[in-house]
């Protein structure tokens, strides 16, 4: 006997899940029918790899060895059924964006590419650099468009335009000051207001300061660029570190600063990033060939 796709899929299943209950509810099978398929598995296999503990079913060594060998396989297999099921611009598409991006680019993008493929059902999810790395990593999105470092050996990136990141401030006076620019040492000691940790913004921003992040006086993190802007806004004293890009309406209406920082320029690269073991559709090639040209003309302008 070989093992087959479903006792694969059902394997996972109940790995992820952990309750023979659960997985038969959400694949419409009986309890005994998953039950049945993992004993088969493991008959074919000749190792057990569950244990059950606090009456929950959990991987044990086998059985964690055995999924991290099949579920890029599972997913592949998945993605090729997907993609001759279904016409090539048909389908939907599970696009991960970080904040940045999802704020002041995608949504141009994402609206032409589905006034031209209306057949095409486009799902974005928003989080984070790093939270967008965790759902390429398990599988949860086809792709990510993220700013900042990826570090993982899972993913594979390529770049796809560069972005700069500014010191920003509401204090007209401190920008007056400085109109020959400061070095960044000298204010260090300003209240300073950051992104959250796990935001591409922050880590880049920090990783230019390199010794000198230490002596930052952090006043405040907030999750998302817009409350930032406003709060640097009304307490007129605040700095940010902010991509240029995010700000330009309020530089323009004198409602936020450029400081200059002398020998120090926060430069980072937009990445799309996907798990090495992704099979690509011709439809998620016709996406990423799409977005890929729309990003580079917005970000030329």
Same mark, same amino acid.
């Not at 998953?34 to 569950?50: A, T």
């Given at each position: 006997?070989?093992?087959?796709l479903?006792?694969?899929?059902?394997?996972?299943?109940?790995?992820?899940?952990?309750?023979l209950?659960?997985?038969?509810?959400?694949?419409?099978?009986? +309890?005994?029918? =998953?039950?049945?398929? $993992?004993?088969?598995?493991?008959? /074919?296999? !000749?190792?057990?790899?569950?244990?059950? %503990?606090?009456k929950?079913?959990?991987l044990?060594e086998?059985?964690?060895?055995?999924?991290?060998?099949?579920?890029p396989l599972?997913?592949?297999?998945n993605?090729i059924?997907?993609?001759?099921?279904?016409?090539?611009?048909?389908?939907?598409?599970l696009?991960?964006?970080?904040?940045?991006?999802?704020?002041?680019l995608?949504?141009?993008?994402?609206c032409?590419?589905?006034?031209?493929?209306? +057949?095409?059902? =486009?799902?974005?999810? $928003?989080?984070?650099?790093?939270? /967008?790395? !965790?759902?390429?990593?398990?599988?949860? %999105?086809?792709?990510?468009?993220?700013?900042?470092?990826?570090?993982?050996?899972?993913?594979?990136?390529?770049?796809?335009?560069?972005?700069?990141?500014?010191?920003?401030?509401?204090?007209?006076?401190?920008?007056?000051?400085?109109?020959?620019?400061f070095?960044?040492?000298?204010?260090?000691?300003?209240?300073?207001?950051?992104?959250?940790?796990?935001?591409?913004?922050?880590?880049?921003?920090?990783?230019?300061?390199?010794d000198?992040?230490?002596?930052?006086?952090?006043?405040?993190?907030?999750?998302?660029?817009?409350?930032?802007?406003?709060?640097?806004?009304q307490?007129?004293?605040?700095?940010?570190?902010?991509?240029r890009?995010?700000?330009?309406?309020e530089?323009?209406?004198?409602?936020?600063?450029?400081?200059?920082i002398?020998?120090?320029?926060?430069?980072?690269?937009?990445?799309?990033?996907?798990?090495?073991?992704?099979?690509?559709?011709s439809?998620?090639?016709?996406f990423?060939?799409f977005?890929?040209?729309?990003?580079?003309?917005?970000?030329?302008?």
């Amino acid at each position: 006997m070989k093992i087959t796709l479903r006792q694969m899929e059902i394997f996972l299943e109940v790995a992820h899940m952990g309750h023979l209950t659960k997985v038969a509810e959400k694949l419409g099978l009986s +309890q005994s029918a =998953v039950s049945m398929s $993992i004993k088969e598995l493991e008959n /074919i296999i !000749g190792y057990k790899l569950f244990d059950r %503990i606090n009456k929950k079913l959990a991987l044990n060594e086998k059985g964690r060895a055995f999924a991290d060998a099949i579920a890029p396989l599972v997913g592949k297999l998945n993605d090729i059924e997907e993609e001759f099921r279904n016409d090539e611009n048909n389908g939907e598409l599970l696009i991960g964006v970080s904040t940045t991006i999802a704020d002041y680019l995608i949504p141009p993008i994402i609206c032409n590419y589905m006034k031209t493929y209306p +057949q095409v059902k =486009v799902n974005l999810k $928003i989080g984070n650099t790093r939270e /967008i790395v !965790g759902m390429i990593e398990s599988g949860a %999105i086809d792709l990510g468009f993220v700013e900042g470092n990826v570090d993982s050996t899972a993913i594979k990136q390529e770049m796809v335009g560069l972005d700069e990141l500014i010191v920003i401030t509401g204090d007209e006076t401190l920008a007056q000051e400085g109109k020959e620019g400061f070095y960044i040492d000298n204010l260090l000691e300003k209240r300073w207001i950051l992104r959250e940790e796990g935001s591409g913004t922050r880590e880049v921003f920090l990783t230019h300061l390199g010794d000198l992040a230490s002596q930052l006086n952090l006043f405040l993190e907030l999750r998302h660029p817009e409350s930032i802007k406003n709060m640097l806004i009304q307490s007129k004293t605040c700095l940010s570190c902010l991509p240029r890009i995010s700000v330009m309406k309020e530089l323009e209406r004198g409602e936020l600063f450029e400081l200059k920082i002398k020998k120090l320029k926060f430069e980072r690269q937009f990445l799309l990033i996907y798990h090495k073991d992704k099979y690509k559709t011709s439809l998620l090639n016709k996406f990423i060939y799409f977005t890929r040209m729309q990003l580079g003309k917005i970000l030329d302008q």
